[in-house]
């Protein structure tokens, strides 16, 4: 009877005892305020800075931006929010690797692929419950496209500047972030923000 007990106990850990991870009608509201707000910092901040290094310095200097100060640039913006979130780019066809989805990113990013095929649009947005370690989140998704501004570092390879090419090569040898179109589905703003802090 004891061993049955323990095995019990154990199964319920590893399957998390069918935790219920159903967003509240609460939680979803909180969620959507926080992530709208955010990606939309973050994106605006990003395409200005872009804009002003294009022309400062042309594309070339741009992509030295992105993968220089990309990542800082993100951190300083996540924390000026009051809130504990944390933001990340992500794709299927990523550049930089620590932009690499993990299984749950890819998940979000299949979504959005399906949705765009069968409805031929995305929502604003999507939302997932998830447990990290003893933590739950929700992931504000909101879907990146391709705009004509990036269609110069991320469009067809034959027409990227040959002194752009040298450097994203150099930089980033397994590049999957070429070939986009205007308007193509480029990946995700992925906003983390913690259930206690919508309470």
Sequence with gaps: MNTKIILLF???LLIGCGENLTITPQEKK???IIGQESSTTVLR???MKLMEEIQQGGTVKAAKFCSVHAQ????QIQEKFTKKITIKRTSQKNRNQK???NNEEKQALKFFVEEIKTKKQAPSHHLVKVRLDDQLFINYYKPLYVAPLCIQCHGSEVNLKPELKKMLK???PNDKAVNFKKGDFRGVLKISIPVAELK
């Excluded at 800082?72 to 951190?75: H, V």
Aim: proline share 5%; charged share 15%.
């Design 99 to 101: 932009n690499t989805p």
């Design 72 to 75: 800082e640039l993100t951190s």
């Design 170 to 172: 150099e930089k980033y």
């Design 30 to 32: 909180q969620a959507q």
């Design 45 to 47: 901040v990003m395409m």
């Design 10 to 12: 154990f199964l319920c």
